[in-house]
């Protein structure tokens, strides 16, 4: 397993080792060792599973606030997504700047989102299943998120007109928002 720290610190990209013949594969998916060797001391304690049936769909940009903050470990067990995420810690040096990764099922690759970032996917095919590790439990009223186009971020998204929920449309500009992590 490889775990390469992105340009964003406490971000990082995992690039597992995948053991492959004719009758499928093999792959460590997770080692609390292996990831605190780097840095990486997150207690997962819930797991998610999302189906964009769409090319195009895009989710996010979403965090969790306060102490109800979660970090994640994201991959994609089915199609591709293009996975996007920000620094929102005030004290960071890469606070507002964002990054983007290609994820997909046949890469295998595996991203380690920090807690006081925002997150966010759009789906490069269909029928594409996204799925992610948090450290911290979902509290509906510590949820947050930034608009998808956010012109100050001006994150490079792969798609003009993605498929938003009305939730994801109405999100604020990044300056808007008033956080702390």
């Known amino acids: 397993m490889e775990i390469k720290e992105t340009t964003l610190g406490g971000?990082?990209?995992?690039k597992p080792q995948v053991f492959q013949d004719e009758r499928g594969f093999f792959m460590e998916t997770y080692s609390k060792k292996k990831f605190e060797e780097?840095?990486?001391?997150?207690?997962?304690?819930?797991?998610?599973?999302?189906?964009?049936v769409t090319k195009g769909v895009l989710r996010g940009l979403h965090f969790q606030k306060g102490d109800d903050a979660q970090a994640k470990l994201v991959r994609v067990t089915?199609?591709?997504?293009?996975d996007v995420i920000?620094?929102?810690?005030?004290?960071?040096?890469?606070?507002g700047k964002w990054e983007g990764f290609e994820l997909t099922a046949n890469n295998f690759w595996m991203l380690y989102v920090?807690?006081?970032f925002a997150h966010g996917f759009c789906t490069l095919e269909d029928y594409t299943e996204f799925q992610y590790k948090?450290?911290?439990?979902?509290?509906?009223?510590s949820e947050g998120g930034i608009v998808w186009n956010d012109p100050d971020l001006k994150i490079y998204w792969p798609i003009d007109n993605p498929i938003l929920s009305e939730k994801d449309k109405a999100h604020p500009a990044f300056k808007d928002?008033?956080?702390?992590?």
């Not at 971000?11 to 995992?14: C, K, S």
């Not at 089915?78 to 293009?82: D, F, I, L, R």
């Open 86 to 95: 920000v620094d929102l810690r005030k004290d960071s040096p890469t606070y």
């Open 134 to 141: 948090c450290d911290n439990f979902y509290v509906p009223g």
């Open 11 to 14: 971000a990082y990209l995992i």
């Open 114 to 116: 920090p807690r006081g």
């Open 78 to 82: 089915k199609g591709a997504v293009y």
């Open 38 to 52: 780097v840095g990486i001391k997150s207690d997962f304690v819930q797991d998610n599973h999302s189906l964009s």
């Open 177 to 181: 928002l008033n956080l702390s992590f």
